[in-house]
């Protein structure tokens, strides 16, 4: 069965096409390698002895996606990861985004609208919850005003999805997920952010290893156990695997509904100190870091009610903190140690 994963030379795509190699699927990668590495293919096929099918392709380009799926008409299902995903950046280049993570959706379901059965899997985020009132989070907690044009770019997506599943034959499922972290126990990929990280670990992971000076933790005044906001960390490896299991879930018409929505997450929230404490732990060394003035867009608590993934979609995670942060930083020493 082939199955095109977009962004499949990033973070979380790299890992789930490992996970369908493993699964016996064919797969095909799209990226434009904007915010990727064609390296990533090396450590895919070391991994899984299979390289798979790659296209570099940008999705904005509607010619290239429909020529793309005429090429590749015997598509089973899309995994589509393929977006710009910086808060921050998306405050400042608002179009960016919305060209970038809306435009190529719908160019994606135009193409999967003409088929007479399609699965899609799309990479959502609880960043669409905003500060939920009520934790954990389920799937049926209110949808909040999005805090930035990223988040913003999701809510529509979902949105569009929606819409699409009613008219059509795409069958969808929406995964809403926490903060991945962590790498393939191998080390041959991981999460490798081009210039200054946006997220917790790679910073910690590159400020241990001297890259960084220190690293700011913003705020330590919020009302959680240690007074630093609170967050619910998946490693990479558990979360790829949900997707496949969905995918799965499509393609043995097992969906109870033509538009599904699963959490994932790992049901517990931990603060950025004991993010910290569980690296130095992992890692034998004390990491410097410097108490700075809250950031804003930045909610209190996040973390996941886990119980439809678990029941409903069969999945729940394997790893702890300790262990994701201790296969993020082997592959940060990988990492620098081959330069």
């Avoid at 977006?83 to 921050?88: E, M, P």
């Avoid at 156990?225 to 790829?240: E, K, M, N, P, S």
């Amino acid at each position: 069965m082939k199955i095109v994963v977009t962004g499949g030379l990033g973070f979380i795509g790299s890992h789930t096409v490992v996970e369908l190699q493993n699964e016996n699927f064919e797969v095909v990668v799209v990226d434009n390698l904007s915010n990727s590495s064609i390296d990533v293919l090396d450590g895919i096929e070391r991994i899984t002895g299979k390289k798979p099918l790659f296209e570099q392709i940008d999705l904005r380009d509607k010619a290239a996606v429909q020529a793309f799926f005429q090429k590749h008409e015997d598509v089973a299902g899309v995994i589509h990861f393929a977006a710009s995903k910086a808060v921050g950046e998306s405050v400042k280049e608002p179009l960016l985004y919305y060209e970038n993570n809306v435009a190529s959706l719908v160019y994606i379901l135009q193409e999967l609208q003409k088929k007479p059965e399609a699965n899609f899997i799309f990479s959502s985020s609880c960043t669409v919850y905003g500060q939920a009132e009520v934790m954990p989070i389920a799937e049926t907690t209110p949808v909040q005003t999005a805090m930035s044009p990223y988040g913003n770019t999701k809510q529509i997506g979902e949105e569009i999805i929606t819409d699409v599943t009613k008219i059509s034959n795409v069958n969808a499922i929406l995964l809403r997920y926490f903060n991945p972290i962590g790498s393939h126990p191998s080390a041959e990929i991981g999460e490798l952010p081009m210039g200054v990280p946006q997220n917790l670990v790679p910073f910690i992971t590159q400020t241990g290893m001297g890259l960084r000076e220190s690293l700011s933790v913003y705020g330590n005044d919020y009302p959680t156990v240690d007074g630093t906001c609170v967050r619910d960390y998946i490693h990479v490896v558990d979360l790829a695997k949900a997707h496949v299991i969905a995918l799965q879930r499509l393609m043995n018409k097992k969906n109870s509904e033509k538009l599904e929505v699963f959490n994932l997450g790992t049901g517990t929230g931990s603060s950025v100190l004991e993010v910290i404490s569980a690296f130095e732990k992992v890692s034998g060394q004390k990491l410097p870091y410097t108490i700075v003035p809250r950031r804003e867009g930045d909610v209190t608590s996040v973390y996941a009610n886990t119980d439809k993934a678990n029941t409903v979609l069969g999945w729940k995670t394997q790893s702890t903190l300790e262990e994701a942060i201790a296969s993020a930083w082997k592959w940060e020493q990988k990492v620098r140690n081959s330069r």
